[in-house]
């Protein structure tokens, strides 16, 4: 069983900050079919197409029939752990200072026997599961539970260097104005988080639900507007030494397209989705990635939170979509940027929201409390994407299968 986590001591501000190192990140091209599953959650290898043969290590052509036609295909993950050891001395400074470090081998019930990160609760011989997570430099790698969950589970320190867990993290939500919010707020601190801080624009305008935001125990409101350069430095200069996870929630959304648009309207939206996102991470995000390795509290992750049509526009919200599509883009960069310190950054894709600028909208729409919930959950899970709502998660097939037929479904009038 594992120990549970305990929440650490106050840092003394002498102590020098362990410089950020990283696991082995080189990979074959094959290989990286493994990472983009491992983006999402998702447990896939490699499938022969002719034979059926499964897989493993990543190839370029099937170990039994030599065919190069290899799709990726989700995969049982159940099986048993035939072995494991301890790395105890390693010449990588990244698990040089982590030893020791499980690893072992899992015969997979779909065929082949695969190395894995082993986590403390696995018993040699026992049944276990294999799930797919992204490492500190980004790239897939596989790692073996026990069957059913068990208690603390998640304080595994292995598992937890493979995600971005709330426990006992320091959260900056960016806009507490937004209705996703409270329901933030409420949702990290049930997770463990240590203190949520929610940035607040124009503190000296009232605004539904400030009160029973500020009234949440261990919740505090700190003035930020993500369009004001000044106001984000300032904030990141108080802050942004001990932010470890930074929620990127600030959005301006009005409907229309482009003709007979608003140019002001979409200015702000590019103001709020993209320049903010800029400038939050131009003043946050080198004191951020300098704390990749500091212990218990290390900065882990950036979350933000787009509109699914980020990935193909609503003509509806045509500026809006416009808006999120460049943040898309921007946070790309920003993922880059971000891996040497072991950061990763969490895209949250969300269909049209229950708010009064979508009321025009026929359901279903997504509430700030889903939103919450899949941010909390892509956190846990240490993911890259996640895609919130029925709407989200059609956009996202639609769009895998078919993106020009998906644009002229948006865009030419189909139902």
């Excluded at 470890?244 to 939206?269: H, K, M, S, T, Y």
Aim: net charge neutral.
């Amino acid at each position: 069983m594992s120990d549970p986590l305990s929440r650490p001591s106050k840092k003394n501000p002498q102590t020098p900050l362990r410089v950020p190192a990283l696991p082995p990140e080189a990979r074959s091209r094959a290989a990286m079919g493994l990472t983009a599953a491992a983006a999402e959650g998702r447990f896939a290898l490699q499938h022969c197409a002719e034979c059926g043969a499964v897989q493993y290590p990543p190839r370029d052509a099937c170990h039994a029939c030599l065919s190069v036609d290899l799709p990726w295909r989700d995969t049982d993950p159940a099986g048993t752990l035939l072995a494991d050891t301890f790395v105890r001395a390693s010449p990588n400074l990244y698990f040089r200072d982590r030893v020791p470090w499980r690893t072992g081998t899992v015969r997979l019930d779909a065929g082949p026997s695969i190395v894995v990160h082993v986590h403390g609760d696995c018993e040699r011989g026992a049944r276990v599961r294999v799930i797919s997570r992204l490492d500190r430099a980004g790239q897939g790698v596989l790692m073996a539970l026990p069957m059913e969950e068990t208690p603390n589970m998640a304080d595994d320190p292995q598992l937890r260097e493979l995600t971005a867990d709330p426990k006992h993290r320091r959260i900056l939500i960016t806009d507490a104005r937004q209705d996703t919010a409270p329901a933030l707020a409420r949702a990290l601190l049930a997770a463990g988080a240590a203190e949520i801080m929610v940035g607040e624009a124009e503190g000296w305008r009232p605004w539904p639900g400030r009160e029973r935001l500020a009234a949440m125990e261990g919740v505090s409101l700190l003035p930020l507007d993500v369009t004001d350069t000044a106001s984000v430095e300032t904030l990141a200069g108080e802050i942004g030494g001990k932010t470890d996870i930074l929620i990127n929630n600030a959005r301006f959304v009005r409907p229309g397209g482009l003709l007979g648009g608003d140019p002001g309207f979409a200015r702000q939206e590019m103001e709020v989705a993209y320049f903010g996102l800029m400038r939050l991470a131009q003043a946050f995000g080198p004191a951020m990635r300098g704390r990749g390795s500091d212990g218990v509290r290390s900065a882990v992750a950036w979350v933000n939170i787009l509109s699914a049509h980020a990935l193909s526009n609503d003509p509806a919200y045509g500026t809006f979509s416009a808006a999120n599509a460049a943040a898309l883009s921007l946070s790309q960069t920003l993922r880059a940027d971000l891996r040497p310190g072991g950061l990763r950054v969490l895209n949250v894709f969300a269909g049209p929201t229950e708010d009064d600028w979508h009321q025009a909208v026929p359901p279903p729409k997504v509430t700030g409390g889903a939103i919450a919930r899949s941010v909390v959950e892509g956190l846990r899970d240490g993911l890259e994407e996640v895609f919130c709502g029925d709407v989200a998660r059609d956009l996202r097939d639609r769009w895998r299968q078919a993106p020009k037929v998906l644009e002229r479904e948006l865009t030419g009038g189909a139902p």
